[in-house]
């Protein structure tokens, strides 16, 4: 399942965007999304996982609180809400398929993914 992050652009701090991971040929349902991101000189950070169901979500410490993670297995989309945007969360964004994780209850730690696929770049600046 090859997954395709959009809605990226450029935002003032403080400012709100709304990110979309769509499926392409396929179907999401049964499948753990979770979103990455990947700022110039900086390793790849987990941002937010989704279980198949909505049931069980994650977020990274730095976008807790600002972050929404969502799904709607009807239209084949995971959605990642960003509000309160700072420019330390500019980067590139990803989704991809979860392919190995762990569900603690409502949190869910997703481990390994499926290839990230090309991202939609988030531009956080005055």
């Known amino acids: 399942v090859q997954l395709q992050a959009s809605g990226g652009g450029h935002v003032q701090p403080g400012g709100s965007l709304r990110l979309s991971c769509a499926a392409s040929g396929s179907t999401l349902s049964g499948v753990a999304v979770g979103w990455s991101r990947q700022a110039p000189g900086r390793e790849r950070e987990g941002v937010s996982c989704i279980s198949d169901n909505s049931g069980s979500i994650f977020y990274g410490e730095s976008v807790k609180g600002r972050f929404a993670i969502s799904r709607d297995n009807a239209n084949n989309t995971v959605y990642l809400q960003m509000n309160s945007l700072k420019p330390e969360d500019t980067a590139v964004y990803y989704c991809?398929?979860?392919?190995?994780?762990?569900?603690?209850?409502?949190?869910?730690?997703?481990?390994?993914?499926?290839?990230w696929g090309q991202g939609t770049q988030v531009t956080v600046s005055s």
């Open positions: 991809a398929r979860v392919i190995r994780y762990r569900l603690y209850g409502r949190t869910i730690y997703c481990d390994d993914f499926s290839s």
